[in-house]
């Protein structure tokens, strides 16, 4: 599927397909925004992990991102998912200055430590109560 991919997206398109953690880290540092139009996405781990390096999202307002991204503050989510709405996402984000830093805090709350923190205080809580 890459090679037609690569074909459809023409000779101003670079897809890379599988990269290593180092050349993502590079990718997103060097990022100015994340473009992901999925709809219903269950959670949407690649927004938050762009997050975590600072980077604002771009996402359609449902499943995952919707919970996940702050509008305008985070990056910015948008409704149609149509190629108009998704015009419009990326004017109003190109209008707006994102805080890296912010988003880099924001996207902590849902890191592998935060998680093992929140399951340890609910499970002593329900060992508490017994």
Do not use: W
């Amino acid at each position: 599927m890459l090679a037609r991919l690569r074909e459809a997206a023409g000779a101003g398109v670079e897809l890379l397909g599988a990269v290593s953690d180092q050349q993502l880290h590079r990718l997103y540092a060097g990022a100015k925004t994340l473009l992901y139009p999925a709809e219903d996405e269950d959670f949407g781990m690649v927004p938050v992990e762009a997050m975590g390096h600072g980077v604002p999202v771009i996402a359609h307002r449902s499943g995952g991102p919707s919970k996940t991204v702050i509008d305008g503050r985070t990056g910015v989510l948008f409704d149609e998912l149509s190629e108009q709405g998704l015009v419009e996402a990326i004017e109003r984000a190109g209008s707006h200055s994102f805080d890296r830093q912010v988003i880099y805090r924001h996207a902590r709350q849902f890191s592998r430590q935060e998680f093992v923190k929140q399951l340890e205080e609910f499970l002593g809580g329900v060992t508490a109560r017994r």
